[in-house]
């Protein structure tokens, strides 16, 4: 099963991905952390794309959908992928026919995390993760049990995505609203749009797109 869970940034989609992973074997692939990875190693990717990327805006079709490409290629054929931030634009909903059809893929569900926009800020300036093991936190809805030590992983190291601030998320939300939901009516038309509320609670989120995968 391939599916793409669609909403701006902040509506829970990595959170979301990484419930599916866990319950259902399949593959988050995350055009987001497949970027900040390339940044952080410094690879041309990388250094085209950390100026575009701290400043809220779209780095390159071409670069994303080869990048997708290449995890697809690298994953066993019969494990479902979760696309996480892919497809943002038009362009790159028909790159991702064209690279699902030459893998012998097809799209099954496109799930689309209805958000309060306004919400939206404060859960994004707010989150943070564990450095180590990348559990997610947030300065008000949900700090470790021992102030500054992961429940997880016990690590006291956590870190910040240096794109969520105020500024920046402003720019990202624009950048869907011109760029990214204009490609729902192309996946409504295929009849495979499924909406979930995105702002009820987290376990009611994943029972809702469980719900949905298992019709
Ligand atoms: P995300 O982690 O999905 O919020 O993505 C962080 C940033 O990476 C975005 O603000 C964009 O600069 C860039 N990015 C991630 N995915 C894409 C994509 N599919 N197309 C263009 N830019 C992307």
Do not use: W
């Amino acid at each position: 099963m391939n599916i793409i869970l669609l909403g701006p940034p902040g509506a829970g989609k990595g959170t979301q991905a990484l419930r599916l992973v866990e319950a259902h074997g399949m593959r988050q692939l995350s055009t987001g952390d497949m970027l900040r990875a390339a940044v952080k190693a410094g690879t041309p990717v990388g250094l085209q794309a950390k100026a575009v990327m701290a400043a809220g805006e779209l780095v390159s079709d071409a670069i994303v959908s080869a990048l997708i490409g290449e995890e697809l290629d690298a994953m066993a054929q019969d494990c479902g992928a979760i696309f996480d931030g892919y497809p943002r634009t038009a362009a790159q909903t028909e790159s991702l026919d064209g690279i699902l059809a030459a893998r012998g893929r097809s799209l099954d569900h496109v799930i689309e995390l209805a958000v309060d926009e306004d919400a939206l800020v404060e859960r994004i300036t707010g989150r943070y993760t564990c450095a180590e093991c990348g559990k997610g936190y947030h300065d008000h809805f949900e700090q470790p049990k021992v102030a500054g030590v992961c429940d997880k992983c016990g690590s006291t190291q956590f870190k910040r995505r240096p794109d969520d601030n105020e500024a920046t998320v402003r720019t990202r939300m624009a950048e869907y609203r011109a760029k990214t939901a204009p490609i729902l009516p192309i996946y409504d038309a295929r009849g495979i749009v499924a909406r979930v509320d995105g702002m009820a609670p987290m376990d009611a989120v994943t029972a809702a797109i469980t719900a949905v995968l298992v019709q």
